[in-house]
């Protein structure tokens, strides 16, 4: 198994209102309780693929978040946001 992703751990109410921010969207975040037997933590072992590929991670997560938004955005030809 190799993990991939970051060590740096993040909540997932702030990557849902990271998203919200950067894609423009107004609204409230409902939390809800995870699906039975998910794991209350999620930040990976990156060990294994540093020591394969070597891999360190060039885009942070604002920086990823827009590309990932912008590319939707764009392939939809609209903005969700802003209809």
Not at 24 to 51: A, E, F, H, N, Q
């Amino acid at each position: 198994v190799i993990n991939i992703g970051t060590d740096h751990e993040i909540s997932m109410s702030y990557l849902a209102l990271k998203i919200l921010d950067f894609a423009k969207i107004k609204g409230d975040l409902i939390p809800l309780d995870s699906p039975d037997g998910s794991v209350s933590r999620r930040c990976p072992d990156l060990t294994v693929l540093r020591s394969i590929t070597g891999f360190t991670h060039a885009i942070d997560l604002d920086e990823g978040l827009k590309r990932t938004i912008d590319f939707y955005f764009s392939a939809w030809g609209y903005n969700l946001a802003r209809p």
